[in-house]
């Protein structure tokens, strides 16, 4: 029988599906940290409080990064290059979510909008990183290899998504409620469609890693379409709900070391 459990154990057990797998997670997260690291040194002066914050985001972002691509040196495996068509990130900026790396690549100051885009945006793939995460602390937490690096991550993820409610809302209460609902309509929606897609590819390729038989293949895509039916019939409103959040100021002290694990 498939479970969450018995499908990451069999990917993380074959070292050339973890290479992919974890090759996959550095890339997004090192790309987030990049993405963070320039919004931070580009926000608008009305706004530089929030600076230190979204540095300690792309701080985490990297640190993450960096403990995926440790945990293949552990192995004795090299990243490989990631597949385009799974490359999470890269197809979110491509599709317009969020702020456009041209943009950011320049050196001239953000807008205040500029960085309500950039929180919707988060707001809404913090959602997904969260709860990926918590599924893999829920069944590898006392993984040898895996478990601290799964709490850690998973504790940071927390922590994103619970600044990107907190500052949402202290936006929305400044008059630009309006804005922000839109933009998470905006960008629930066209994520929901780019996670199917990626999540998609990411199985196709380890399918063919790990000599799944065609059934097996088409009882996971079919599990993948199923989710999105639901994300899409009304599943995708968790993301562009606010609330405050318990961990108030999750952001607001230095980012914390990563581990050893090599």
């Not at 993380?12 to 931070?40: H, K, M, P, V, Y």
């Not at 039916?229 to 968790?238: D, I, K, Q, S, T």
Request: proline fraction near 4%; glycine fraction near 8%; hydrophobic fraction near 40%.
């Amino acid at each position: 029988m498939l479970s969450a459990k018995s499908l990451f154990s069999e990917i993380l057990d074959n070292d050339e599906s973890f290479r992919l797998f974890c090759s996959i997670a550095a890339s997004g997260e090192s790309q987030g940290g990049w993405e963070n690291a320039r919004i931070a040194a580009l926000v608008p002066e009305s706004q530089r409080a929030l600076a230190p914050k979204i540095t300690r985001h792309g701080a985490d972002e990297d640190k993450h990064g960096r403990i995926f691509n440790a945990l293949l040196k552990k192995r004795g495996l090299e990243p490989c290059e990631i597949p385009h068509e799974t490359d999470y990130t890269m197809l979110l900026e491509k599709n317009g979510i969020g702020l456009a790396h041209e943009q950011l690549k320049a050196d001239k100051p953000l807008s205040e909008q500029d960085i309500i885009t950039y929180l919707a945006h988060s707001r809404v793939t913090e959602q997904r990183a969260s709860e990926q995460m918590d599924l893999l602390r829920k069944h590898f937490a006392d993984h040898p290899d895996l478990g601290r690096a799964v709490k850690m991550i998973s504790n940071d993820e927390d922590n994103h998504l619970a600044y990107c409610h907190e500052e949402l809302l202290r936006f929305a209460r400044a008059g630009h409620g309006h804005d922000i609902q839109r933009i998470l309509h905006e960008c629930a929606h066209a994520e929901i469609r780019i996670y199917r897609d990626v999540s998609l590819a990411v199985m196709d390729h380890m399918g063919r890693i790990l000599g799944w038989p065609k059934a097996k293949a088409g009882v996971l895509a079919a599990g993948i379409h199923g989710v999105y039916a639901y994300e899409r019939v009304g599943g995708w409103r968790r993301m562009v709900s606010l609330k405050m959040p318990e961990r108030r100021n999750a952001l607001g002290g230095p980012a914390t070391s990563s581990p050893e694990f090599a």
